[in-house]
């Protein structure tokens, strides 16, 4: 879990990505050696911020997206949103702007419509604060803030030690509504060929998902994937015995959209270990869910 650890901690909310893509790129090269198969990396002029590997002859693309959730500064003391964070009075927020770096509380008046932060000055506005990474670790669960998606980027990276043929791509702004997947889809589509998709993300504990008992495979949430798409995947965990839990929401979203409302024929579906106290700097996810993950990912990846 030390990988994981140290996702964790990196900043990168919404929009500033560029530590996290800067941290892959320094993983790759330094333990690509020994994968199964080296990758071509493909970032730069073109991707903004986004990452992708590419193994072998690509059939199916792992989505994972890198920013997180967090709060940037507006006039004063005031505090913005970025994506839907959880706003509790007393949590620590880090930063760190042109005087230094910042550790400073959250504020959060009565009425939870108005944030602000408690610290020794006035932060330049614009500063993008995010939670202070307390990662803690027994023997059943991870507890850290970000595990969403920092989880969804640790299971990419674990298969892709013995990925063979398929891409995985490393998107920015899931936070905020998307913007990043849409151009990857479309290269990766022209170029490859590929036009079907995994979406490496948390999801939640609810009264249907349980805690320690799989990855849960969505049947929908906002949006309906491909039933008879989703139903291979769901018959291929069962072939491989492989723990997981059917998943059947009303609402909330992922990478998922943009792929659904592109012009590309593209099938797709969310995999996630479900995780306790989204979006705030308790996130809760069982060791049996991220294991459980990793295995049909690395299944999947060899079967679709």
């Known amino acids: 879990m030390e990988l994981l650890r140290q996702l964790c901690q990196i900043h990168a909310p919404s929009g500033n990505e560029v530590k996290m893509k ?12 020994t994968w199964k198969m080296k990758p071509q990396v493909i970032h730069g002029n073109g991707f903004q911020d986004c990452l992708l590997l590419v193994f072998g002859k690509p059939r199916t693309v792992i989505f994972a997206h890198m920013d ?17 964070p959880d706003a509790e009075t007393g949590y620590t927020l880090v930063g760190e702007d042109s005087q230094g770096k910042i550790e400073c509380t959250l504020q959060v008046d009565e ?15 614009g500063t993008e604060l995010v939670f202070k990474c307390d990662f803690r670790e027994t023997e059943e669960t991870v507890q850290s803030c970000y595990l969403d998606n920092r989880l969804g980027v ?4 674990q298969v892709a030690e013995t990925l063979e043929d398929g891409i995985i791509a490393f998107g920015c702004w899931e ?11 479309k290269y990766i589509h022209e170029t490859y060929g590929v036009t079907q998709a995994l979406i490496s993300d948390i999801t939640w504990v609810t009264e249907g998902v349980h805690a320690g008992e799989g990855v849960a495979i969505s049947l929908r949430d906002s949006l309906i994937p491909r039933r008879s798409f989703v139903q291979k995947i769901i018959q291929l965990a069962r072939e491989a015995n492989i723990p997981h839990q059917i998943e059947v929401e009303s609402a909330g979203g992922s990478d998922g959209k943009e792929l659904h409302y592109g012009n590309i ?3 797709w579906c969310f995999i996630g270990a479900p995780e306790d106290h989204v979006h705030s700097p308790n996130e809760l996810v069982h060791k049996k869910d991220i294991y459980a993950m990793v295995e049909l990912y690395k299944y999947l990846m060899q079967k679709l």
């Open 154 to 157: 640790w299971n990419a990276l």
């Open 68 to 84: 997180s959730i967090g709060f940037m500064v507006r006039y004063g003391k005031q505090l913005i949103r970025i994506g839907g």
């Open 111 to 125: 009425d939870e419509r108005s944030l602000s932060y408690d610290f020794e000055r006035e932060i330049e506005r």
């Open 265 to 267: 024929p593209w099938d």
């Open 22 to 33: 800067e941290f892959l790129l320094k993983y790759v090269e330094d333990n690509q050696q």
């Open 175 to 185: 936070e905020t509504g998307g913007g990043s997947v849409a151009y990857l889809a």
